[in-house]
């Protein structure tokens, strides 16, 4: 299931995890919660008796906070929804510098926001069962990170696990989503499956360099100096509109201009560059449909995007999330704005990228560029 709720051209995102995607708007929740007291800051690890009563506002309050909070910033809140298994939402803390900022419903840059699930007291502490928090991601210091594995990407998001402080970090945009549990940190990896968007490429070799380059790794010897990378787009195979499939290996060692966005944007993008690439062959010109806003594990049918879609004069993959948000977050283009028109080398390295209602003039001097 995927919920909207969404105002124009706003930026402030509410993101639950498993299933649900909201886009805050002002008004809506319902009244603040107290909030709890002397509360741990996220990644301070304590034993307190699991056999005491839950703290916090509960599940209707925080949820309605989260939402409120959310309108006070453009950085996307990631959180678990209503529950995660059987435990309930119970809070959601901003924490300045280590401390509860009690009150504070801005989240401003330098602060993190700890969303709690199944929480528990032990004398003059609180803890959560399961907690995401929600940092920048210069804040997590991947240049002294000690003990740090490589996991298996989610959806393209480079995943880490901290073994020390039993946390998996997942890195998206300028962000750092922690998720950490007690007794069962593994639950923290299940926790990921939604998250989408890939960093941005100059955070890519700090990763690889403290934490590793491929799954079950581990961090290399931090003296040495990351070589060059070309950021290249990954390597996809995705289900091709009118059958077979549509795979990125067919186009090695080839220019191709590769059109990404929503079924609306992608099919007149296309279209368009038939025109001025001798019917999508002079370079290559393929396609890559994803739904922004759409539930990502039962994305809407095949039948349905053709049907809008119409007739396609080049290859044109759906669902193709993974390579159509990769292309997104290197052009920085809002895909609630435009689609992304990339114009790649034989590398695979975008050359330009621009929005897919640029005009024909930009277009042809972009092609240019890769002959």
Not at 36 to 48: A, I, K, L, T
Not at 104 to 120: C, F, I
Not at 174 to 201: C, F, M, N, Q, Y
Request: one cysteine or more.
């Amino acid at each position: 299931m995927t919920a909207q709720i969404r105002k124009s051209r706003t930026r402030s995102t509410l993101v639950a995890l498993p299933l649900i995607a909201l886009v805050a708007a002002p008004g809506c929740g319902g009244e603040a919660p107290t909030a709890s007291s002397q509360h741990q800051s996220p990644g301070v690890s304590s034993e307190p008796d699991l056999s005491n009563g839950p703290s916090g506002p509960g599940t209707a309050k925080t949820e309605a906070r989260l939402r409120r909070i959310a309108t006070t910033t453009p950085t996307p809140l990631y959180y678990l929804g209503a529950a995660f298994h059987g435990w309930p939402l119970d809070d959601a803390i901003i924490f300045s510098e280590g401390t509860e900022a009690v009150g504070d419903e801005s989240l401003d840059p330098g602060q993190t926001l700890s969303v709690g699930y199944g929480n528990y007291c032990s004398e003059d502490s609180c803890a959560s069962r399961v907690e995401v928090a929600i940092q920048a991601a210069d804040a997590v210091g991947l240049a002294y990170a000690d003990g740090c594995s490589r996991l298996r990407p989610v959806r393209g998001v480079p995943t880490v696990e901290f073994k020390r402080a039993g946390t998996v970090f997942l890195f998206t945009g300028d962000l750092a989503i922690s998720v950490g549990s007690t007794p069962d940190v593994k639950l923290a990896e299940e926790a990921a499956t939604a998250l989408r968007r890939p960093p941005p490429p100059a955070k890519i070799p700090l990763i690889d360099k403290a934490c590793g380059r491929s799954p079950g790794e581990h961090g290399p010897d931090m003296s040495g100096e990351a070589g060059p990378q070309d950021y290249a787009l990954p390597d996809f195979t995705v289900p091709r509109i009118g059958g077979g499939h549509l795979r990125w290996a067919d186009y090695a060692g080839k220019p191709v201009v590769v059109v990404a966005g929503d079924v609306t944007q992608v099919a007149p993008a296309v279209r368009r560059l038939a025109k001025l690439t001798s019917g999508g062959k002079s370079p290559a010109v393929i396609g890559l449909i994803w739904d922004p806003f759409g539930d990502k594990e039962h994305p809407t049918s095949t039948t349905v995007i053709q049907r809008k879609a119409g007739t396609l004069p080049v290859p044109v993959g759906y669902p193709a999330t993974y390579p159509a948000v990769w292309l997104h977050d290197t052009s920085a283009i809002d895909p609630n704005q435009s689609g992304v028109i990339g114009f790649l080398n034989g590398k695979g390295v975008p050359v330009t990228l621009m929005p897919t209602d640029a005009s024909d003039t930009k277009i042809r001097a972009a092609i240019r560029q890769l002959h």
